[in-house]
């Protein structure tokens, strides 16, 4: 019987993938030119962060020194309608409503009997309108109740006001009354304080009570009404919510932001 021989292996086609070409002069510069990052900062002192604060507000000083409330207003009422129209509204906007608001409903005593229907088209370019008009209607309601149509001008008593929370009783006392209880924290003064490292228990902008405690902390109780309106001034002109300028900053010197957002 033959012996079989051992048939050829069968030709295998073989795909070689092809090899990366070599980085081109263009794509290495490239890569070269990519700015490297910063090092992070030295972790900050209690002691360091209250001296940068003083440094912070003397800057503030300097560029806002007649810093104040941007809502028009010639009296407390005037103020607290104003204030609780500017929620989740700009100042632009509720000084261009208000102005016919007061001119019908010029106190508290009238605004309580307003017709709820009036009130919510009158003030509906502000945004939540209806629950706005429920706020002001009981709010005016109360004040006429209990403090014979005048606003309160204690905490405790702004408190109790339907539409009035902590930042909106700041406002007024401290801008009108003169009193400085706390801190107006807002959307401006709550990015700022996170982003110029002088609210370092808050977990973000957004936590107001504890950038308040912060703060109260950090600057003098005489200077709190003042600082709320300065660093809402300067979040509106220069630190904005995207693309802070930064190098026309005044507080870059003292913003371990500065040039990181």
Known sequence: M???????????????????????????????????????????????????????LALLRAAYPQATCALRHRSAYELLVATILSAQCTDE???LVTPEVFRRWPDAAALAAADPAELEEVIRSTGFFRNKARSLLGMARLVCAEHGGRIPDTMHGLLRLPGVARKTANCVLGTWYG????????????????RLGLAPRARDGKDAERIEQDLM???????????????????????????????????????PSAGRV
């Not at 309106?229 to 900053?249: F, M, N, V, Y």
């Open 179 to 194: 009193r400085n209880d706390g801190i107006v924290v807002d959307t401006h003064v709550g990015r700022l304080a996170v």
């Open 93 to 95: 906007r509720v000084n």
């Open 2 to 56: 033959p012996r079989r021989t051992p048939s050829s292996p069968r030709s295998r086609k073989t795909t070689e993938r092809p090899r990366r070409a070599a980085a081109t002069p263009r794509r290495a510069a490239s890569k070269s030119r990519k700015t490297p990052p910063k090092p992070p900062r030295p972790r900050e002192t209690a002691a360091d962060r209250a001296a940068r604060a003083q440094r912070v």
């Open 217 to 255: 902390e950090l600057v003098p109780r005489d200077a709190w009404t003042w600082l709320s309106h300065a660093l809402i001034e300067h979040g509106r002109r220069i630190c904005t919510a995207r693309s802070p300028q930064c190098g026309e900053c005044p507080l870059a010197p003292e913003c």
